[in-house]
């Protein structure tokens, strides 16, 4: 049974996509709620007509929709604090749907104050960890504010009820069976979902990419990328300064035309269940890569392997769509402060679905040639390591002789 009763809503903000979910929702929540419904569309980088998205709101039956271009905030506010964390789910993941869920719960929030809505509606199963992120997120921006989630009401089981339930109300949609999967885009990724995917003995077909080209097309010689941070971001590509947006669809044009940040994996969702994704990555997975390659050289030992605890939590957090909770501000704070030295320039070789290492430099730099050589030098005197040994491998000599006391 839901928990907006029947009647207690007049104005419902939908998180709209053009889709046929969503799509229905529309006419649905007039039929079954009885209210006004305002369409709420968010431009995160994914290729749409958006004209043509805010036609068929209408004519599915909307008061109102919203375009909101979000693609450089998304870039800014949500990928960047991610990239400087390090953070990757499950050592594979580049939460890529996680962290845009955050940013369109806030639009929706804020629209909905705007139009004196009384609820928030989505059209996240209750399968999937969507449904999660939304709320959580709405939960944190506006906690008096209803939700309204048709999948976890309605009596559509599939798509075909869906389709069913469109043309019975002459809500435009097109069905295509052309690429069998349920599939989410932003500025960062393309993922792939369902089909025969679902079935994780099953190797992706080749024309399950639509970004990337697949690892086997990318060309037979090496490309050379230069990535320039500042204080943990990227700020230039190749020399060549912009903004973030700029800089990231620049990266994924290189990365995608070499066959880069391909991912597979069968991960744990939030709801218990696991689920076998494909990710295309192309420029987030040289970012990555290339961040991690500025910290080699900018942080201290203490302080990187720390970081990479902080960015495996920070990672469930995304995931698990805790963006606005304390925890994350607090987990921020501590990625910004190791952030402060993390400035220099990566050079990256890209070659048929690898990224390879071809050095980095830094202002902040930690590597110091004179106490490593393995020449001579005047500054570290080898002898000092047999007391530092010595001490550091006491506990382990007070354990043997106490071994040897009691005969063990």
């Not at 431009?43 to 068929?56: I, R």
């Not at 998304?74 to 869920?101: C, H, Q």
């Not at 218990?272 to 040289?286: D, L, Q, W």
């Amino acid at each position: 049974m839901s928990k907006v009763n029947k009647g207690e809503v007049n104005k419902v903000v939908l998180a709209y996509s053009g889709g046929l979910d969503t799509s229905v929702i529309i006419p649905w929540l007039k039929e079954n709620y009885g209210c006004e419904v305002v369409a709420v569309c968010c431009n995160l980088g994914q290729p749409e007509d958006y004209a043509a998205v805010e036609k068929k709101a209408i004519a599915s039956g909307a008061v109102k929709a919203y375009i909101v271009d979000c693609r450089e905030e998304f870039v800014s506010d949500y990928i960047w604090p991610t990239v400087k964390a390090g953070a990757v789910y499950e050592g594979k993941y580049l939460l890529g749907t996680s962290f845009a869920r955050p940013l369109i719960a806030k639009k929706l929030v804020e629209i909905a104050k705007a139009e004196g809505a009384d609820a928030i509606a989505h059209g996240a199963t209750g399968k999937g960890n969507d449904q999660v992120r939304f709320e959580l997120s709405i939960k944190a921006l506006s906690p008096n504010t209803k939700i309204i989630a048709p999948w976890r009401e309605w009596e559509l089981k599939s798509r075909e009820d869906c389709m069913a339930y469109a043309a019975k109300h002459n809500i435009p949609v097109v069905a295509t069976k052309k690429h069998p999967y349920s599939m989410d885009q932003n500025v960062w990724h393309l993922s792939h979902e369902g089909g025969d995917l679902e079935d994780p003995a099953n190797a992706p077909k080749s024309d399950v990419y639509l970004v990337s080209k697949s690892p086997e097309e990318a060309p037979d010689v090496p490309t050379t990328v230069e990535i320039t941070f500042t204080e943990g971001v990227p700020t230039a590509v190749n020399g060549k300064t912009g903004t973030p947006l700029e800089l990231l669809n620049t990266l994924n044009e290189i990365g995608a035309a070499n066959g880069i940040g391909i991912v597979d994996i069968v991960e744990n969702r939030l709801v218990g269940m696991k689920s076998r994704g494909v990710y295309e990555n192309p420029g987030g997975a040289i970012i990555m890569y290339a961040h991690r390659e500025m910290e080699y050289l900018c942080l201290d030992r203490a302080t990187f392997h720390y970081k990479e605890l902080v960015a495996n939590k920070y990672a469930e957090l995304v995931y698990d769509g805790m963006w606005f909770a304390p925890l994350m501000t607090a987990l921020q704070a501590f990625v910004d402060a190791t952030q402060k030295t993390v400035t220099g320039t990566v050079t990256l070789k890209l070659y048929k679905g690898n990224i390879i290492s071809a050095g980095a430099t830094s202002p902040y730099s930690l590597y110091n040639q004179e106490f490593v050589t393995f020449e001579e030098d005047d500054v570290y005197d080898q002898a000092d390591a047999e007391g530092f040994i010595n001490l550091f491998g006491l506990p382990l000599t007070i354990n043997a002789l106490m071994k040897e006391k009691a005969g063990l």
